[in-house]
């Protein structure tokens, strides 16, 4: 790769990064200054209808997930940190609330699934949770999810991996509600003691 080359890679690299954060940033202040399970004047709504297939083959819809309680994480399984990181926190508070915690449905919908089809999620989730269950789909589908949650992301080119490609993305973890409404979110980082906290203050 020539120097102009690399340049405008990292250039591209650093907008896309500043973008996520931003978009990121705008989703959370605006849902946290939402009424649980509502919504506020001119607040956009969190979460909706979609239609994906499951890490065992089975296409789901929303529907699927009623009656429960959803803790949901966009990532991709060639994430080297960040998803890893957030799954496994997911993973210990929802084990951190015990019996309670089995209301809940740790869910990840990969926002890659050129590379992340069914079997492919089916090896990753079983290594966080036995309750994770990984959601992929064509790229419109994934595309409509993404935007009813207001999650931002986007391939990178990258030559310095062998995968030759990475994804930039928003990483929250979203909490709903078993109507599917939605009820909290979780920064990045959040310790899994107090999101399990958190997620406590909701359940029955």
Partial sequence: MTRNGKIALAAGILFAIIAGLALSELV???AENRNPGGSSAGAPSVGGPFTLVNHRGETVTEQDFRGRYMLLYFGFTFC???CPT???VMS???NALGEKGEQVTPVLITIDPERDTPEVLARYVALFHPRLTGLT???EQIDAAAKAWH?????VEDESVSEAYTMDHSSIVFLMGPGGEYLKLFRPQTPPDEMAREIAKHLG
């Fill in 137 to 139: 789909g064509t790229p």
């Fill in 92 to 94: 210990a508070a929802v």
């Fill in 28 to 30: 959370i202040g605006n």
């Fill in 80 to 82: 080297p940190d960040i």
């Fill in 86 to 88: 957030e799954l496994g």
């Fill in 151 to 155: 999650v931002y992301y986007g391939k």
